[in-house]
T-cell receptor, first 115, second 114 residues
Framework: DQQVKQNSPSLSVQEGRISILNCDYTNSMFDYFLWYKKYPAEGPTFLISISSIKDKNEDGRFTVFLNKSAKHLSLHIVPSQPGDSAVYFCAAPRNSGGSNYKLTFGKGTLLTVNP | DTGVSQDPRHKITKRGQNVTFRCDPISEHNRLYWYRQTLGQGPEFLTYFQNEAQLEKSRLLSDRFSAERPKGSFSTLEIQRTEQGDSAMYLC????????????FGSGTQLSVL
């Protein structure tokens, strides 16, 4: 049962343009979401998060939007840079209240930013 | 702070052999986690320690798998009688138990069972 879904395995964008990575979830109990970035041969690194009490969270070039009614979130990267090329995972903790020890991850989206 | 360290980075073994992986978490982190990632999938939760206590194990963790965290510091994950289906990246992560947490992952151990 894939409770967190990333339906696009890959995305290619030009440097300087916007990258939009999408994530859908099925479990309405999820109340906190995280995005992780993973480079080859490295572990995932935390990028940005959002609580369900918000619909937007911004950190520099990265913005996450949450649409609870649609059970959908998206990560926007503006402007995209070649160093952003990586696999991006959407994740949600199975326990409510922000304790994220038991994360459910999506399958990931490989972002390629072309110079 | 040198991050989460995992050893070895790669392990190739024959089916039926036992393997052991080590994880050294960030020193002030009291929570330690093991995840497994197979090709084309996201990481999947295996088990979780708070200090030296193993508080939860996933059903993914069969009887052939055992994890320990003596003295609440480093952790080991042992797989007995390895099977080809055990081939995966084994990721260790740690966090500090204060409110909303963010996991810090190591680079993982890539296991290949021939």
């Amino acid at each position: 049962d894939q409770q967190v879904k990333q339906n696009s395995p890959s995305l290619s964008v030009q440097e300087g343009r916007i990258s939009i990575l999408n994530c859908d979830y099925t479990n309405s109990m999820f109340d906190y979401f995280l995005w992780y970035k993973k480079y080859p041969a490295e572990g995932p690194t935390f990028l940005i998060s959002i609580s369900s009490i918000k619909d937007k969270n911004e950190d520099g070039r990265f913005t996450v939007f949450l649409n609870k009614s649609a059970k959908h979130l998206s990560l926007h990267i503006v402007p995209s840079q070649p160093g952003d090329s990586a696999v991006y995972f959407c994740a949600a903790p199975r326990n409510s209240g922000g304790s994220n020890y038991k994360l459910t991850f999506g399958k990931g989206t490989l972002l390629t930013v072309n110079p | 702070d040198t991050g989460v360290s995992q050893d070895p980075r790669h392990k190739i073994t024959k089916r039926g052999q036992n393997v052991t992986f080590r994880c050294d978490p960030i020193s002030e982190h009291n929570r330690l986690y093991w995840y497994r990632q197979t090709l084309g999938q996201g990481p999947e939760f295996l088990t979780y320690f708070q200090n030296e206590a193993q508080l939860e194990k996933s059903r993914l963790l069969s009887d052939r798998f055992s994890a320990e965290r003596p003295k609440g510091s480093f952790s080991t994950l042992e797989i007995q009688r390895t099977e080809q289906g055990d081939s995966a990246m084994y990721l260790c992560a740690s966090s500090y138990a204060l409110g909303v947490e963010k996991l810090f992952f190591g680079s993982g151990t890539q296991l290949s069972v021939l």
